[in-house]
């Protein structure tokens, strides 16, 4: 049987799109009228073609109402959750790495005065929470025993929570979470999609504590040798919706998830740009949407020559683009710089 997807496109942010909005001209996403849209993308796995919503009328029974099923999932407004904000977008994941060898950061906040101080400036400069991690995810990382991990990130999330500073827990262990979970951590962000430990299922349900799905193939040993997809955007797609089947049937019935493509964990540079450019489809999932984007080898490949090592520029401008596609939440190392490139941005457009 064909199966169909559905994506929103062709997106009106601002002033302008509040205007289309009360126009009866364009749908807004999330019940927010700042962004909208009037476009959809039907997709199959042989084929894909764009039509405006007042076209939706003229398509056969059966498959107007498969899309209006996910569009009423488009529209739903999103409850708030770990600090986020889903009445704004998109919100910002600060990312507090305390490891000797992430790939961008590895050795620079790692002593806990730095990691403690540095977690206190993301917030400051705008960051919405924390992500704080003890063990590098990098491509060709091998993973560390919880000890050393647990050892890495524990005096640092106890000083930050007396400080009420909210955090996420970047780690693919369980017995991790727990530890992090009884301190006060408010989000589990693991990359493994929730499958590095048989047991994260039972503490995510035990605890009834929000999380993100993330997706990746392999690990990060090997995730990045010659990954491959028949359709990275539509496998991804199905990989979420079958994940989210499992996770109810093991008991977790709360929507307090959010859905992270995972840029760059087994993909190659023509999967991430598929990625990014159609993030709008998870959309119809019906889950806040995560993108990391902060500092990725994309931005090397794409700028060539002009690559630099803290990649702002790369990374601000995807971070445009993701706003742009109704992205609620980005993961982000230079939070000062990408708030300032996003405020710049809503000014020009609202102006």
């Known amino acids: 049987m064909l199966r169909y997807y559905t994506r929103a496109c062709n997106f009106y942010y601002g002033n302008h799109s509040i205007k289309l909005v009360n126009r009866g001209k364009a749908l807004p996403l999330c019940k927010r009228k700042e962004i909208s849209f009037d476009q959809i993308e039907i997709l199959t796995r042989k084929s894909k073609k764009k039509i405006y919503i007042n076209q939706i009328k003229n ?3 059966s498959l107007r109402e498969k899309i209006n099923l996910d569009l009423k ?10 600090n986020f904000n889903f009445k704004k977008s998109p919100n910002l994941l600060g990312i507090l790495n305390l490891t000797p060898d992430s790939f961008s950061d590895g050795g620079k906040f790692n002593k806990k005065k730095r990691g403690f101080f540095h977690a206190i400036n993301l917030i400051k400069d705008g960051a919405d929470l924390v992500d704080i991690g003890g063990e590098s995810t990098r491509p060709g990382s091998k993973a560390i025993s919880e000890n050393l991990e647990w050892k890495r990130i524990n005096k640092v999330i106890r000083l930050l929570i007396k400080k009420k500073i909210p955090l996420s827990l970047d780690t693919r262990k369980s017995n991790i979470m727990e530890k992090g979970i009884n301190q006060g951590v408010r989000l589990i962000n693991d990359v493994s999609g929730l499958d590095f430990d048989f047991n994260t299922i039972n503490i995510l349900k035990k605890y009834k504590v929000p999380f ?41 019935k709360h929507n307090n998830i959010i859905l992270d493509p995972g840029i760059g964990f087994g993909k190659n540079l023509k999967h991430n740009m598929s990625l990014i450019h159609n993030i709008s489809i998870f959309h119809s999932l019906g889950f806040p949407i995560l993108v990391g984007n902060s500092r990725k080898r994309f931005i090397k490949d794409l700028s060539g020559e002009n690559d630099s090592k803290s990649r702002i520029g790369g990374t601000t401008a995807s971070s445009i683009y993701l706003m742009m596609q109704g992205v609620q939440i980005l993961r982000i190392h230079d939070v000062n710089e990408v708030i300032q490139g996003l405020k710049i941005f809503k000014k020009i457009i609202n102006n």
Not at 73 to 82: D, E, G, P, T
Not at 239 to 245: G, R
């Open 212 to 252: 993100v799905i993330h997706h990746t193939k392999g690990l990060p040993e090997n995730m990045q040798k010659k990954p491959s997809y028949k359709n990275e955007l539509l496998d991804i797609y199905d990989y979420f919706e079958q994940k989210i089947k499992v996770i109810r049937s093991k008991g977790i």
């Open 73 to 82: 999932k488009i529209k739903s407004k999103k409850k708030n959750f770990s």
């Open 59 to 61: 398509l056969s029974k």
